[in-house]
Each structure stands twice: as C-alpha cells, then as structure tokens.
C-alpha cells in the first residue's frame, strides 16, 4: 500500500472546543499529526487528548492564550509546524496573525493577510461590494465621526435620507456589538454615543455607520471557495435567520423557498464580491433578503463557519480538507467543482442546532456550569460536532457553544422530522442549555412552513412560559424522586432489585435506573 | 424511615414553593412523550434546610433546580421560626452571585446609601456583562470583592443594610 499525499506533515490547530475537535479529524483523516494549543483551564478538554501533541498557552483569559499571537507562532515553530489552522474566532480573521505567520514561513489556512484585512473592515468591504455593483443595506458608506459635535448635523440628514427605523452599527465587529435601534431623529445622537462607546469597549474601534432596517428580513450567506488561479465559486447558501443576540441558533442548507435562478443570482453576487476581493481559501458572504427577494449584501466571513457542515452534508464535499489542499497551493479540487455545479439546484437538506450553555427562559442568558449528564443523539443521518463530555465543565471564559447537533435527509420536512427524533435523545444535566428551544422550534408549524426572520425569537418565543408548562412533570418528578430515596426503595416503579437501598447515598443510581428502565424487557 | 404522606417542592433559587405532591404511584418515567420524560439527579448542592433533599430534575431540557421536604416537617419548622424569620428581613441583605465569572466593575463603596435597582457591580462571563442591582434601599455594609476577582455562584459580593 503506498501512502496518500498529504497537504502538510504537521498542522497547528490554533482553537479549543468543537472546531478544535473537528479540524484535528480532518488532519488525521489526511494523514496529518494535528499539534493541539490548549490554556490552563483546558488541559485535560478532548482536543488536547485527540491530538498528536499540545502546547500549553498561558492561563484562562483568552488575550493571555487562545489570542496570544506570539505564543501561538512559537508554538508553531517550536513543533515544527508547517501550517497552522485558526478555526473561528479568536484569531481567525486577525490579518495580523496571518502575517506572523507568513513572515515566519508558516502556512496560514485561510485567506492571505491583505484580503482579511480588506474585508475585515465591513465599512470597507461594503465599499469593495458597491464598487462591482453589489448593493449593501441602504446606510452611510463611510463610518460617522461621532467625536465631533459639529459633524452630528451632517448625521443627521444622512439619517433623513436613509429612513428610520435604522441601526447604528460598529465598523470594526459583529455580534450585535454596539448596536442600537433608532426609530426617530431625535434619539438618534445618543444612540451613536452609546454604540460608539460600546464598539470602542469591544473592539479598540469606536467607528460607526448607519444602515436601515430591513422587516422582516432573512439572513442568508454563501460558502466560498477560491484557489491561488484567482477561481472562486460558490458551494450553496445557508438560512441562518433563527438568531438571538445577532447570534445564529440554527442554520439549514439550501435556504427555504429559493428557486434556482434565485440562489444562482444570489450565488453570482457573492462570487462578484469575492473575486473582487482576491479571496482565496474559504470564506462566507452574508446577506438579508427582503420578504420581495432582493439582497443586500453585509458581510464576508474571511474564515471557516460555525455552521459549515450544513453546507458539507448537502453539497457531499468537507469543507476543512478543501481548505488545507488550497493552503498547499492545489487548484480547486473535482469534488469542490462539482458541487459548485450542482449548488442552485441542491439534493437534500440540512439543519444545524447551536445547543448552547444559556437559559431560554432568561433572555438566553449565559451559565458555565458542569456537565453532570449528557447524552448526544445518534443514527441516520445526526452529526454531533462537540469538544465536550459528561464530567467536563463549561468554563465562563470562552464561547458558551456545547454542541451542534446536524441532521441531514432527502428534504426539508424529513430533516425536520430528524431533528425532532434527534432533540428528544438529546439529555443534558447539570446546566441550563438551548435545548428546550430547539425542541420547540422542531416542532413549531411556521418553522416547518419556511417562515423564517431574524426577528423569529422576539416573535415566537415565549421562554417563561415554555418552561412553566413543565412545572408539574418536575415537581411530580422530585416528589417521587425523594420518597424513593427516602424509603430506600429508589424511584416508584422502577425494579427494586436493580437499586441497591446502600447506594441510594450515591444518588447517581437514580438516574441510571431511570434510563435503564427505559428499555424494553 | 417514616413514609412522607405529602412532599413539599421548592426552587431551591428563588425560594418558592412550586407544589405539594403525593408520591405518585408508578415512576415519572412512563409518563410524558420521549423527550419529556423527566430526568432526576442528585443535587451536588447541600441542602438549604436540613432535612431537605435537593434534586436537580431536567424535564423537556429544562433544568429544575429543587429541594423536596416532608410537607408536615416543612410546617413545623416554619412555625418554629416564624419570628426569626420576621427579623431576618430587617437585618442585612446579602447580594450573591447569579453566576460564575469575574467582577469587572464595582460602583459603589461601604457606607454609600443604595437605593432599590440601583447598580452595583458587573460580573462578566462568557462575553456578558452581568449587572447587579441592589434589591432594596439601604447602605452598603461592605464590598467584599474587587475588580478581577473571580466569584462562583451564589458567593456573597455586597451587603447592603
């Protein structure tokens, strides 16, 4: 047997958690060692234990570890990396860690340095976009100067023109970060000073810019791929509208009720913005739709997404290994090509879950915690990507995303009925989690019907409510839980034989004859 | 050990009573739809009142945090301390973390006069800043933690009197 070429022979995996997980299979998959980085507090976390070799950081905070530009490229060097892959986040779309790397020699897996910064900039990249005739939301071009009072007046007839409701935005970020909401003129200078301050805390960038709100709008993006010959193509598009925060809960590929023409249109206008770019490597153009199918271009993602694998699962390619062969300079693979081929008219569907560490019944406000339980769903067609397991805690320093829980069938309605069956074997204690909205988004009429808007949380979800419905199961449950326990006969119904009453201190033996009595005899 | 006729449950965070239950004959488990078949573990939390046994039940994802306790024992205690309780509430209130992170700002000192909703401190975690307001007027007792401080939930950060 002779050995399959290898894009590299070592990679640095410059992430923790599920991307970690997921981009150090794909190194072993092509016969890469993956080299781990991990910080104190995630010494002992499953990417550390995949990988072939870990590089201690620092401590906790993320600026004293996962964002250490320094120690990450003398990680690199020290293990004799020959490519680094930065996941998402952290420093993904830092162009200046891209050019560390490229300085010491090391390949970056993702775009070169000057096309993350020319589109890491949205204000720029929105420029690029108007400049091949691609639209963004109807806004100011230019970032507004909020530190001069003399200044405001221009802002103001800028607002004018552009129409209220409007969204006063931050330059530099995302996230919802420095965002404000402004529905009249007069509200309209302190809103820029709050979001400006509110960028400057966040990003070290207090510029803004104005843009009007879109009701209801969709937020649908397109995966790209572009080699070194200047090719780029679109590979499918994904709805990611289902968000909280400004943050994605659930994405699905293809995007609902788009025909054809419609997505290769929409396709066309993301190839436009990327070729004009110079992209290479992967990156994700971001749109709204309007309810009468026009698209407004906001962003590019010059990195890989959270939600890449609804697109892998669709268009049948993996997205990570296309990244590392286009780092080591090959054209676009047969694979990428003929998925490009087939992206406007997609077989099959796939929806992503986020299950995150936050309380839907509180505003999905984030909980570290431990994981005292858990049990991820299997079977026909259910990924699970995550970097966790029960024992692990959920540390207050990072992301708070646990797990993605992907479906994938021949069409939107089986994908649904999958994600349902899937959520249902999904158990986690210990911590509050995203579950519980999942689960009712699984099963609600509108969402199954495609009628999807990034308002659909603020709309549809009522968290207090869902949760008081299980009030009594809950009370029910405890009751009888703690006259089990009490009386030495464990849990009402279940065979007293299989609880030892001397155990019953270690009360772990309730779960488990709970679950085991689950099982058919 | 005695059998409880009836089982007081309470969320062991807010304090409130969310019902009194008889045992019910047969297991919770073969009731509910898959999916909404509740879970139930052992709290890793002591109990709040002795003689409480703290549960942590999951029940359509969600997470309840409760404390079962014999009704009739419930009820006794609560006449036996009635009046400590009644003094309690004029004493000092204590603010307590509602999650684990770190106190990145404190806005007030000891002996400053609060007022109710004012704000007291930010705890951040997981890229959120948490603001604690005070629960009622008052003066602050004292500040026991600084910015940078790490504090898990439920640990004291202010007093207010």
């Given amino acids: ?521 | 050990m005695a059998t409880v006729s009836h089982w007081r449950v309470t969320d062991r965070a807010t304090g409130e009573i969310l019902g009194e239950s008889d045992p019910p004959v047969g297991g919770p488990n073969r009731e509910g739809k898959p999916g909404e078949r509740p879970l139930v573990l052992p709290s890793t939390a002591l109990p709040s009142v002795r003689g409480r046994i703290p549960l942590e039940v999951v029940v359509g994802g969600w997470r309840f945090d409760l404390e079962g306790e014999d009704a009739a024992i419930a009820e006794i205690r609560e006449r036996a301390t009635a009046g400590h309780e009644a003094a309690v509430h004029h004493g000092p209130t204590e603010v307590r973390a509602i999650i684990p992170g770190r106190v990145v700002a404190v806005a007030v000192v000891a002996g400053e006069a609060v007022m109710t909703g004012q704000r007291l401190l930010a705890v951040e975690a997981m890229k959120m800043e948490n603001e604690l307001r005070a629960p009622r007027d008052g003066t602050i007792d004292r500040v026991v933690v600084a910015v940078g401080q790490t504090v898990e939930l439920g640990d004291a950060l202010v007093v207010i009197r």
């Avoid at chain 1, 820029?192 to 649908?220: K, N, T, W």
Wanted: glycine share 10%; proline share 6%.
């Fill in chain 1, 1 to 521: 047997m002779t050995r399959r070429a290898s894009p590299f022979q070592r990679v640095l995996v410059a992430n923790r958690g599920e991307i970690a997980v997921r981009i150090i299979r794909a190194c072993h998959e092509l016969g890469m060692e993956a080299i781990a980085v991990y910080s104190d507090i995630d010494a002992g976390a499953l990417h550390v234990r995949m990988a072939d070799d870990a590089v201690r950081l620092g401590p906790a905070p993320a600026s004293e570890s996962y964002l250490r530009i320094d120690a990450i490229v003398e990680a690199a060097r020290a293990t004799g990396s020959d490519a680094v892959h930065p996941g998402y986040g952290f420093l993904s779309e830092r162009a200046a860690f891209a050019r560390a790397l490229e300085d010491a020699g090391i390949v970056f897996v993702g775009p070169p340095s000057g096309v993350i910064d020319g589109l890491g900039d949205k204000v720029n990249a929105r420029r690029l976009a108007r400049s091949v005739g691609v639209e963004g939301v109807p806004g100011s071009v230019d970032p507004v100067d909020v530190g001069r009072p003399d200044a405001v007046a221009g802002i103001i007839a800028d607002a004018e023109r552009i129409g209220f409701p409007l969204l006063v935005k931050a330059a530099a970020g995302g996230g919802g970060r420095g965002m404000r909401r402004v529905s009249t003129a007069d509200a309209l200078p302190a809103a820029l000073e709050a979001g400006s301050a509110e960028a400057a805390a966040a990003f070290g960038d207090g510029s803004v810019y104005l843009e009007r709100e879109i009701h209801p709008a969709r937020h649908i993006e397109v995966q790209l791929l572009g080699d070194a010959t200047g090719r780029v193509v679109a590979i499918g598009e994904r709805d990611c509208s289902i968000q909280r925060r400004h943050q994605k809960l659930i994405e699905e590929a293809p995007a609902p009720g788009l025909s054809g023409d419609e997505r290769r249109h929409l396709h066309g206008l993301a190839v436009k913005v990327a070729s004009a770019a110079g992209l290479r490597n992967a990156a994700t153009a971001e749109f709204l739709r309007t309810p009468d199918g026009r698209y407004y271009f906001l962003e590019v993602n010059t990195r890989l997404q959270v939600e890449h694998g609804v697109t892998e699962l669709v268009a049948g390619i993996d997205i990570v290994r296309e990244q590392f062969w286009l780092a080591a300079g090959r054209p676009l693979s047969a694979a990428a090509e003929a998925a490009a081929a087939a992206a406007a008219e997609p077989a099959g569907h796939a929806i992503e879950v986020r299950l995150a560490a936050e309380d839907p019944a509180h505003d999905f406000a984030p909980g570290p915690g431990p994981i005292r339980h858990w049990v991820m769903p299997s079977g026909p067609g259910v990924r699970v990507d995550t970097g966790l397991g029960q024992g692990d805690r959920v540390p207050p320093d990072y992301d708070n995303l646990m797990a993605k829980i992907l479906v994938h069938a021949d069409d939107r309605d089986g994908a649904i009925d999958r994600l349902r069956r899937a959520l249902d074997e999904t158990e986690i204690a210990g911590l509050q989690s995203t579950l519980p909205f999942h689960r009712y988004v699984a099963r609600h009429a509108g969402f199954r019907a495609g009628d999807l808007s990034i308002e659909w949380v603020a709309e549809h979800w009522d968290g207090p409510g869902e949760r008081a419905r299980f009030v009594n199961v809950a009370v029910a449950a405890a009751a009888s839980a703690a006259s089990g326990l009490t009386e030495g006969r464990g849990v009402p119904g279940a065979d007293p034989a299989r609880l030892d009453p001397a155990a019953v201190g270690t009360w772990g033996n309730v779960a488990r004859a709970e679950a085991t009595d689950r099982w058919p005899r």
